[in-house]
């Protein structure tokens, strides 16, 4: 029996002392590591390729990093996870809203950023193992997509306003432990017309984790961002 080939990563950085850290690391945690220095190139290796999962510099010396982000996402559903220096929310929302599943700053703590891998590709590999599934279990809480109802521990449905159904929905859609941005969750859930109305989401999430109880713990902010649904 063949062995099983180590899932490919693409790195997209142009600074080689990050490819030197990652290369090995990466090697060692069982992956693949693909590199590319430029935008160009990294598009062309995720291509030719076809990487599970793309770590992604913005500062590339070809273009910002954020501009490659919905390219990507014409050919892959691979996760892109963000790695850069960049460290003000609006960068961080941007890149969000383009399309990557996950930012990490540099600098960065290895164990930390290999988690956000093994998680990535765990909501990567649920999706494409049960694209059709509507109930999502976490930790306390269950959810039924198609039945529109939740429950926590078991118990009754939740009585939930529509509002708050379609919030937790859209983060359950998110993905766990995937930050949804706060445009994201507003346009979901109140329309394009409402997507500076922060307020409203607060309000709300407010709401709906009073009435989660012992589940509340599940919806977890990410300041100035928006927020992410599961368990630590």
């Known amino acids: 029996m063949s062995a099983v080939a180590p899932p490919h990563i693409l790195v997209v950085d142009d600074e080689p002392q990050i490819h030197r ?3 090995p690391a990466l ?6 590591p693909m590199r590319a220095a430029t935008m160009a190139e990294g598009l062309r290796l995720a291509a030719e390729r076809s990487p599970a999962l ?21 050919f892959t559903d691979a996760p892109v996870v963000v790695l850069s220096a960049r460290d003000q929310e609006a960068e961080k929302v941007a890149s969000l809203d383009a399309g ?10 290895l164990g930390e950023l290999l988690a956000r891998i093994r998680a990535a590709l765990r909501r990567a590999g649920a999706a494409s193992r049960s694209p059709t599934e509507t109930v999502i279990r976490a930790g306390a809480l269950e959810v039924d997509l198609g039945r529109r109802t939740a ?17 937790l929905a859209a983060l359950v859609r998110g ?10 969750l507003l346009t979901a859930v109140w329309g394009p017309a409402h997507v500076e109305d922060a307020q409203y989401l607060r309000v709300y999430v407010g709401h709906l984790r009073q009435k989660l109880g012992p589940a509340a ?11 992410r649904f599961g368990a630590e």
């Open 21 to 23: 850290f990652l290369g």
């Open 27 to 32: 090697e060692a945690a069982g992956y693949a």
């Open 54 to 74: 793309v770590l992604l510099d913005l500062g590339l010396p070809d273009g910002d990093g954020k501009l490659a982000i919905p390219k990507l996402r014409r």
């Open 100 to 109: 990557a599943d996950d930012y990490v700053e540099k600098p960065f703590a």
């Open 151 to 167: 429950r926590v521990e078991g118990r009754e449905p939740l009585k939930l306003t529509p509002r708050e159904w379609d919030l």
């Open 175 to 184: 993905g766990e432990g995937r930050v949804v941005t706060q445009r994201q």
């Open 217 to 227: 713990g599940l919806i977890r902010t990410e300041p100035g961002v928006g927020y």
